[in-house]
């Protein structure tokens, strides 16, 4: 093989190595949770200037329905919301940004529909 080939390829795979640990921030948690009904659930938790940053989102396939939404740390609500399923997905995304405790902590979100479903994810940061 040519040393010019060898070193393009060298090259392509640092560069490759390079994109994919961008791509993706160190320390970062993603989860998928439980629905009772056909919806799905997502959670990420993330650092943010020495706090935990949580996202979760929960995909319904349908517009404009109004969910009650929970985050918790350590079994302690810390945020209490409504959120409500945008288009095109039906879907939407709550984000906030958490107290970090000294240790491990455990992170969760309930979500629940007027209909009753409950959709839940717990990842610990």
Do not use: H, Y
């Not at 995304?93 to 009753?116: C, K």
């Amino acid at each position: 093989m040519p040393k010019g080939t060898i070193v393009g390829l060298c090259i392509g795979v640092a560069a490759m190595t390079a994109a994919g640990a961008a791509a993706a921030k160190d320390g970062d948690v993603r989860v998928r949770g439980t629905c009772t009904q056909a919806s799905t659930v997502k959670l990420k938790l993330s650092d943010e200037d020495g706090r935990i940053e949580a996202e979760a989102e929960v995909d319904q396939n349908r517009n404009g329905v109004s969910w009650n939404v929970e985050i918790s740390r350590n079994g302690t609500v810390v945020a209490r919301t409504t959120a409500v399923t945008q288009p095109p997905s039906g879907s939407f995304e709550v984000r906030r940004v958490i107290s970090n405790a000294p240790g491990p902590d455990t992170v969760s979100v309930l979500a629940t529909s007027p209909s009753g479903e409950r959709c839940t994810a717990r990842a610990t940061f």
